[in-house]
Each structure stands twice: as C-alpha cells, then as structure tokens.
C-alpha cells in the first residue's frame, strides 16, 4: 500500500543518488540525498522506491539547538536511534502517554502515528530514523538541497512550504501544545 506518491517531485533534484529499485548498493560516510532544515542536516540513506515502499531510512545531524516545533505524523511510524550524542524527545499521545526522555548515544525511542512529539538536540549528535516508506521525502519538502557533509548554515522554511509539506506527507504542526515535563 503507497501512503505517499510514487512520483514525488520532492526526490527530482537528487535523482541518480540512490538507485531508485531495490537493488544493492553501498553508500559512503556523508553519502546520501541530503537537505538542511532549520540547522539540522537530514540525509535519506534508503527510501520508498529501494525498499517496495516499505520503509524509508535517514540520518539527522545537528548542533545544541532549540527545541523543533510540535508536530504529529498522520500515517507515519517514526524511529530515533541516537548513534552519537544526546537528544531530548518529547511525546504525547493525547491520553495517557506523556513523557520527556534523554536519549544518549545507544538508545533508542519508538514514535507511533498520531503521537504529538518534538525533539531537541543538546550537543553536536546524529541520530538515525527510520519510517513508514515515502516519509523520507519530507525532510527534502521541508529542507534546502545540499552538498554539505556536517550541519551548517540554517534554512527556516516560510510557513507556506511548511504548510504544503505537512499537508503532502500528513504531518500536523502544533506549535502551541503543550507537552507535559
């Protein structure tokens, strides 16, 4: 079942990068279709058209920053396994999930659809993610294009681009929820 469109626009520019069938490959450190959103540098490692749409996979590499904005995905399972670093993340299911954990290098959280959630990075950190497939092409909806191998620079999307990337790929912003510390 595609939950995302198999033509995404939003893969065009990094056409060639990744074989776009599931065939083998390898991809070096730094490798991989990147985008900075806001300060933070998101590389899709393996998306929807590699796996038969099943799942997409990402890194996010960013500096101490704030906190990102509230959000919840409609139709996406998200995953955050801290390879270095640390990272806080919030979640909330709207009933009687609530929590606030410190995920160091090693540890792993789990965010279902339909979970408010938001994460903050404290130190320089990377984080791997994995989700429901064509999901990955979000971060490039969102981002700015580039070349770069370490998070640098800031890109901060006018809210229109926010707006049309959240209702393409069923992600709610909420930037006034209120998590519970």
Known sequence: MTIYAIDDQDKTPFAGILPAAPSPYVLGNGEGEKSLVFDQLFTILLSADETDDQYGA?????????????????????????????????????????????????????????????????????????????????????????????????YVPDFTVMKAAGEKYATAFMPDFEFRD
């Open 58 to 154: 990402f890194t996010m590499q960013g500096h101490k920053g704030d906190r990102i904005p509230a959000h919840m995905h409609l139709a996406t399972h998200e995953i955050f396994y801290v390879v270095d670093g640390e990272i806080s993340v919030w979640m909330d299911d709207q009933a009687d999930y609530h929590s606030k954990t410190t995920l160091v290098t090693g540890d792993f959280a789990y965010v279902p659809s339909g979970t408010v959630h938001a994460f903050q990075i404290h130190n320089s950190s990377k984080v791997f993610g994995c989700g429901t497939a064509g999901f990955e092409r979000f971060f490039h909806a969102m981002g700015q294009k580039t070349n770069a191998t370490e998070p640098g620079g800031i």
